[in-house]
């Protein structure tokens, strides 16, 4: 085939300087493509070969005559003769078509096609390859992402194709309207990173990263940000006055993401359950807790109100003393006691009745003891008096 390639080299050393009539073709990867040879000339017809020049590579000869001599099978030639006119000269033409097929078009296929016979050349083509834009990280075009409040956002587009893309990190608002991350920058890389740092809950929540190589369809994916963030409490306190009772009801509401749980404590930090003193209703991220508060019983006035979530816990007082107007000392039980003590100023003999009695002082004394006092320590006070002024022959009455 030494003679091949010396007739190669002839042939392009003819034609390559003469590039003006080139056609370039943009052929997508795998898509037919039909080029066309026109002669007007049977001993053109006879002679005539496509040719392939991929440097560095030796050129290829795809066909010669009306064969085709290139080994893969998707290569193929198609010839035609359209019936013989007369030009202006009055003379017969004939017209040959011949036809370079190539199926199923690869990388390995771009190069300068030639169509030509000696150093005429009668086409020649630029092919190029185009490979659509295609994500090469995975296939999911509409992912969820999570970050959570405060951290930094870290998003990842890798793309190829050819020619190769170009990665666009853009916003979607709320009336669908794309608006640039990067200021109109774009990245040329394979892969394209967005970093956004203190990303919060009022950040945007639709990003998408767009892969354009003008020469197929641009294609996006979507992220879906969900921000998760802690608990944040706010309360509300309603009563409702009755003629014996008030009816209170305490609201919390929590702020959070993922949605928090919500429970109720009392004053010793003990979680309060639903049953026939407290009533708890829990809808959309808020809890109600309910119950009634009498006079005439002791009534606990802290409560605490508790969310959480996987980002953290939140715990809020309400103290409702100043609701239901409850005097702090109405519950503490008293006893009074009064005691009688008669003493004489000095020791006397009792004789008869007509004698004059000495006369003697009276004491009476009051004690209020408070329910949270030791009544036994007075009891034993008291047992010890007894005693004493039995001993002393006094008299002592005691009243409770």
């Known amino acids: 085939m030494d003679w091949w390639y010396l007739l190669i080299s002839i042939f392009i050393a003819s034609v390559t300087a003469n ?3 080139v056609q370039t073709l943009d052929v997508q990867e795998n898509e037919r493509v039909r080029l066309q040879c026109t002669l007007t000339s049977t001993k053109d017809a006879e002679e005539v070969m496509w040719m392939r020049i991929r440097p560095p590579h030796n050129p290829d ?5 009306d064969s085709v001599v290139y080994t893969p099978d998707r290569i193929g030639l198609e010839q035609r003769r359209l019936s013989s006119s007369m030009n202006t ?13 190539i199926s199923r078009p690869t990388i390995d296929d771009e190069g300068r096609y030639i169509c030509g016979r000696g150093r005429t050349v009668f086409a020649e083509y630029d092919l190029f390859i185009i490979v659509p834009t295609q994500f090469v990280d995975d296939t999911n075009f509409i992912q969820r992402r999570t970050v959570i409040e405060g951290s930094t956002l870290r998003l990842s587009c890798s793309a190829l194709g050819r020619p190769m893309p170009s990665i666009t990190w853009f916003y979607r608002t709320h009336n669908d309207k794309l608006v640039s991350l990067s200021n109109g920058t774009v990245c040329q890389a394979k892969t394209c990173e967005l970093h956004l740092g203190n990303y919060t809950r009022y950040d945007p929540k639709v990003i998408e990263c767009i892969a354009d190589n003008e020469k197929s369809t641009r294609i996006s994916k979507v992220f879906h940000m969900d921000v998760y963030y802690p608990p944040k409490i706010t309360t509300n306190v309603r009563t409702l006055i009755g003629s014996r009772n008030i009816d209170v009801f305490l609201e919390c509401s929590s702020d959070a993401n993922p949605i928090p749980s919500i429970i109720w404590l009392d004053d010793n930090r003990q979680e ?9 209703k829990t809808k959309n991220q808020s809890s109600l807790l309910s119950f009634s508060v009498f006079s005439n019983e002791y009534s606990n006035v802290l409560y605490y109100c508790r969310s959480n979530n996987s980002i953290g816990t939140v715990e809020k007082l309400v103290d409702i003393s100043s609701f239901i107007h409850i005097d702090s000392n109405s519950n503490d039980k008293s006893t009074t006691m009064r005691m009688l003590t008669i003493s004489s100023s000095k020791k006397q003999k009792i004789v008869k009745s007509n004698h004059s009695r000495s006369k003697s002082s009276t004491t009476v004394t009051t004690t209020t003891i408070s329910s949270n006092s030791s009544i036994s320590f007075y009891s034993n006070m008291f047992f010890l008096i007894f005693i004493i002024c ?4 006094n008299t002592i009455y005691c009243t409770v």
């Open 390 to 393: 039995n001993i002393l022959k």
């Open 61 to 65: 000869i795809l066909t010669y005559r």
């Open 19 to 21: 590039i003006s009539h």
């Open 272 to 280: 309060i359950y639903d049953y026939h003193l407290y009533s708890i």
């Open 89 to 101: 000269n009055g003379t017969l033409i004939d017209t040959y078509f011949f036809t370079l097929i």
